[in-house]
């Protein structure tokens, strides 16, 4: 029999007798009544707690009323990769291991990713008390398109890292989600205007969920100009992903065959080759070159 408390861990995540599991807990990203009934019920029941800051969880079960009777233990991205081994132990031997952030789903951003992959490597059940979401609240209040997204977390301090990474962006057309500490803002929000151009539209949002919750949408030049008198509070950067290019039309890709052919290439296959990258059906292409080429003969 588990040494750990069975019973009350059956009830919560209906798991066999002698397996213990990984809960990932959603907690509040600033109004703390969106700490859900099921986050309630795990703080309570689990038999061990590993917290980001543990002062921090020790504030919102405080907040929440709540009297944790579980071992409350540091998990955090310094100490993560020391923590594992125990961690994955403690559910070897049957206990229930909640594990929570600061602030909304631990492993997005935040630490959780390295003990997800361990557990899932020891066959060790790992679910999710799913709630806040700072990326996806942002996203769905910046005006953007939201069919398609990619989170970026926070770029690299350096400006030339920070460029290398939102120069690799520059096609993608997908909405980009970033998290930026407010005293950087007018430098990432000058690097992105300066590697999307100044009018590509984004939005700026702001202690969300909390009394002063602020979703600023301008232009990324509009909103460099804005940052420039000082941003407070926890940000995220919505940034509308690129325009799809126009379709390239057969005219438009004669030079290319002409390219190949001039360096050696038989022209049925400079056809060939560029129709297939462009997309364009191989006739047309053909039967255009053929077409120049008559042209320029007559």
């Not at 959603?26 to 038999?47: Q, Y």
């Not at 923590?83 to 492993?107: C, F, H, Q, R």
């Not at 390295?114 to 066959?123: I, K, N, Q, Y």
């Not at 992903?241 to 030079?255: C, R």
Request: with cysteine; charged share 25%.
């Amino acid at each position: 029999m588990c040494a750990f408390r069975t019973s009350r861990r059956l009830k919560i995540v209906q798991n066999s007798e002698n397996d213990g599991v990984i809960v990932l807990g959603a907690t509040p990203i600033g109004n703390l009544s969106d700490a859900s009934p099921r986050l309630r019920e795990m703080m309570l029941g689990a038999d061990v707690i590993a917290a980001e800051d543990t002062r921090n969880f020790h504030h919102l079960a405080n907040a929440l009323g709540l009297k944790i009777t579980a071992r409350v233990m540091s998990l955090h991205e310094h100490n993560e990769a020391h923590k594992l081994a125990e961690v994955i132990e403690l559910a070897k031997t049957g206990a229930t291991i909640l594990v929570v952030s600061d602030a909304g789903m631990p492993a997005v951003s935040d630490p959780g990713y390295p003990l997800v992959a361990a557990a899932m490597g020891e066959g060790i059940r790992v679910t999710a008390v799913p709630g806040p979401s700072a990326v996806l609240t942002a996203l769905a209040l910046s005006g953007l398109p939201t069919g398609r997204f990619t989170f970026e977390g926070f770029l690299p301090r350096k400006a030339g890292e920070r460029r290398k990474r939102l120069d690799a962006l520059l096609d993608e057309q997908r909405t980009m989600v970033f998290f930026e500490a407010p005293h950087r803002l007018d430098d990432f929000l000058e690097a992105a205007s300066e590697a999307f151009g100044a009018d590509r539209q984004a939005a700026v949002a702001r202690e969300l969920t909390k009394k002063f919750e602020e979703v600023r949408r301008a232009s990324l030049g509009e909103l460099h100009e804005w940052s420039l008198e000082g941003v407070r509070g926890e940000i995220v950067v919505v940034i509308a992903g690129a325009d799809e290019p126009e379709a390239a039309t057969v005219e438009d890709l004669l030079p290319q065959v002409n390219q190949l052919v001039a360096a050696g290439t038989r022209m049925k296959q400079a056809v060939a080759e560029v129709a297939e990258k462009s997309g364009v059906k191989k006739r047309d292409l053909y039967e255009a070159v053929l077409a120049q080429k008559q042209e320029q003969q007559g």
